[in-house]
T-cell receptor, first 113, second 115 residues
């Protein structure tokens, strides 16, 4: 079955710097790759997603890139702010399994003022 | 407002008790999911349902059971709670298909402690 690996597990940056989180997946048939942000004590919330027919997607300060050949995708956050501090999860949806998501291990991002 | 609701939000219960965690959604979604998550850690899929009377086990083995008698309701039951069941349980839902078919929306979670 699908396996998603996420790195790093913790990331600390200064306010205004960029942050990059990387994920790899094993199932070449996976076709949907969302990123969720979970603040302490809150529910995970979708921040951006990308489908397998697209290489890059951007929404204001966040962007996701997908390399299908290498089976990896990355989250990029520019001009980080303290409110970006949270745990970020990547996920992959295996092909032909109706929308199930397999999550990565999570990255705890800390943005220092 | 369309949302996903989970009750109770917090539950402390003794070993051996039977518990049911409630999940309801007013999103009009066909698909629903249960995840188990230790604080700040990976989300593990334990059950999912693609419609009424359809339930499947997820990738993480769980002693819990689920039912889907109504579209909007997806309760999770533990017949005999044990300390190893202590965790946060998150319910989620998504549409059936189309461009939004994979986007999952999460409930606020139930934090379960078994003493």
């Amino acid at each position: 079955g699908e396996n998603v690996e996420q790195h790093p597990s913790t990331l600390s940056v200064q306010e205004g710097d960029s942050a990059v989180i990387k994920c790899t997946y094993s199932d070449s048939a996976s076709n949907y790759f969302p990123w969720y942000k979970q603040e302490l004590g809150k529910r995970p919330q979708l921040i951006i997603d990308i489908r397998s027919n697209v290489g890059e997607k951007k929404d204001q300060r966040i962007a996701v890139t997908l390399n299908k050949t290498a089976k990896h995708f990355s989250l990029h956050i520019t001009e980080t702010q303290p409110e970006d501090s949270a745990v970020y999860f990547c996920a992959a949806s295996p092909g032909n399994q109706g929308g199930k998501l397999i999550f990565g291990q999570g990255t705890e991002l800390s943005v220092k003022p | 407002e369309a949302d996903i609701y989970q009750t109770p939000r917090y539950l402390v219960i003794g070993t051996g008790k039977k518990i049911t965690l409630e999940c309801s959604q007013t999103m009009g979604h066909d698909k629903m999911y249960w995840y188990q998550q230790d604080p700040g850690m990976e989300l593990h899929l334990i059950h999912y349902s693609y419609g009424v009377n359809s339930t499947e086990k997820g990738d993480l083995s769980s002693e819990s059971t689920v039912s889907r008698i109504r579209t909007e309701h997806f309760p999770l039951t533990l017949e005999s709670a044990r300390p190893s069941h202590t965790s946060q349980y998150l319910c989620a839902s998504s549409e059936s298909g189309g461009l939004k078919g994979y986007e999952q929306y999460f409930g606020p979670g139930t934090r379960l402690t078994v003493t």
